[in-house]
């Protein structure tokens, strides 16, 4: 029983760490990107195309993806930081153990909900400027790819969890 503990223990620690560490880095890199993009004209291509993959352009999004919900930038915000805090609630309180890898999937997912929450309320839009240009989809940034592969990451870390159980019965 005090083994469990102090392996709890150990965990809910090293979670932390990770969270604080990563939240940080993510948003200061997220916010650091939009403030730069932010001093070019609205819509013009900025650079690229690279590789045929994705150029840079300068795009606010009052809604979500794919322009859902447009216009509802805080009420989008609002929905952003309850998700946040839903994550942390789930990382510190109902799943203390938690592995390295849902600790680095969930703070992606909260460094980047934080940061487009901060445009939504510092701005009433969301800076966006990476655009896909071999596909149709939205142009999106940093905030956005650390929510997606911070989804992706969560994900294989319950799929990883799950196999682990299964195999000790």
């Known amino acids: 029983m005090a083994q469990r503990a102090s392996r709890r223990a150990h965990a809910r ?3 932390a760490v990770i ?3 990563i939240v940080v880095a993510w948003l200061a890199a997220d916010q650091a990107t939009k403030a730069f993009f932010e001093r ?3 819509g013009s291509v900025i650079a690229g195309p690279f590789f045929g993959v994705f150029d840079l352009v300068l795009v606010h999004n009052t ?3 794919w322009g859902m919900f447009g216009g509802m930038t805080a009420a989008l915000g609002v929905l952003s930081l309850a998700v946040c805090a839903l994550a942390a609630v789930y990382l510190f309180v109902f799943a203390p153990d938690s ?3 849902a600790a680095v999937g969930l703070s992606l997912v909260v460094a980047g909900g934080i ?3 901060i445009d939504r309320f510092a701005h009433t ?6 655009r896909p240009v071999f596909i149709d989809f939205p142009v999106f940034n940093v905030a956005d790819v650390g929510v997606t592969c911070g989804c992706v990451l ?3 870390s319950l799929a990883v969890e799950w196999a682990r159980q299964g195999r000790e019965g």
Do not use: K, M, Q, W
């Not at 839009?125 to 990476?130: E, K, L, W």
């Open 13 to 15: 620690r090293r979670n």
């Open 19 to 21: 969270f604080a560490a």
């Open 40 to 42: 070019f004209e609205l």
């Open 63 to 65: 809604g979500a993806a």
């Open 99 to 101: 592995s390295p890898l």
């Open 115 to 117: 940061g487009n929450a």
């Open 125 to 130: 839009y969301v800076i966006d400027f990476i």
């Open 154 to 156: 969560f994900i294989a």
